[in-house]
């Protein structure tokens, strides 16, 4: 059945070190989402893409931090340099574009964990 | 801006009690509302979504959640928990203007006691 695949599910990683993190989006799905899940903040949205067009990265340090959509089926979110406050789960969402029958609800994938030391 | 607050982090029941989670929600226009379930090492999971149709959702697992306008309440309840329902429950509210941006809560944490 149709899910979000994140890879990869574990990273353990030393501070300084690049920090790769890819997601394929549910085929069709029109928009594609980064979520940073911390015991302290909770569920944080990072970036939010539709048709592959970023429209909203408001939350993510700009500064190490970068998503983009190479192509309809990958969304990638990098971290460079990373630190240890970066230690989180990383969701990846998609969904259909809203509007007519389509309510907006998301479709995750199980998560990276990352292990920044 | 749509926002959504969840009362309770933690909620603890006994098995085949009552389940009561509550969610307040803040928003300047007719919502889609949404609960979500998060079992542990997994990601979310949608529970159900009102969207307007009818006030009185019915979700998965034997889980129905009622949309109060008068009260800004969109609680999600189950006559009888099982310890397989003991999980992390968000609510969230569709962000106005066209966007797909889901707001979420900050999560309660259901523990079902035998």
């Known amino acids: 059945d149709a899910r979000v695949t994140q890879t990869p599910r574990h990273k353990v990683t030393e501070m300084g070190q690049e920090v790769t993190m890819r997601c394929q989006p549910i085929l069709g799905h029109n928009t594609v989402f980064w979520y940073r899940q911390t015991m302290m903040q909770g569920l944080e949205l990072l970036a939010y893409f539709r048709n592959r067009a970023p429209l909203d990265d408001s939350g993510m340090p700009k500064d190490r931090f970068s998503a983009e959509m190479p192509d309809a089926t990958l969304a990638t979110l990098k971290i460079q340099p990373s630190e240890p406050r970066d230690s989180a789960v990383y969701f990846c969402?998609?969904?259909?574009?809203?509007?007519?029958?389509?309510?907006?609800?998301?479709?995750f994938g199980e998560g990276s964990r990352l292990t920044v030391l | 801006a749509q926002s959504v607050t969840q009362l309770g982090s933690h909620v603890s029941v006994s098995e085949g009690a009552l389940v009561l989670l509550r969610c307040n929600y803040s928003?300047?226009?007719?919502?889609?509302l949404f609960w979500y379930v998060q079992y542990p090492n997994q990601g979310l999971q949608l529970l159900l979504k009102?969207?307007?149709?009818?006030?009185l959702v019915k979700g998965i697992n034997g889980f129905e959640a009622e949309f109060k306008k008068s009260e800004t309440s969109f609680h999600l309840t189950k006559p009888s928990a099982h310890m397989s329902d003991a999980a992390e429950y968000f609510c969230?509210?569709?962000?106005?203007?066209?966007?797909?941006?889901?707001?979420f809560g900050k999560g309660t944490k259901l523990t079902v006691n035998p």
């Open positions: 009102y969207t307007s149709a009818a006030t």
């Open positions: 969230a509210v569709r962000a106005s203007g066209g966007s797909e941006k889901l707001v």
């Open positions: 969402a998609s969904g259909p574009r809203a509007g007519g029958l389509n309510t907006g609800e998301l479709f």
């Open positions: 928003s300047s226009v007719p919502p889609y």
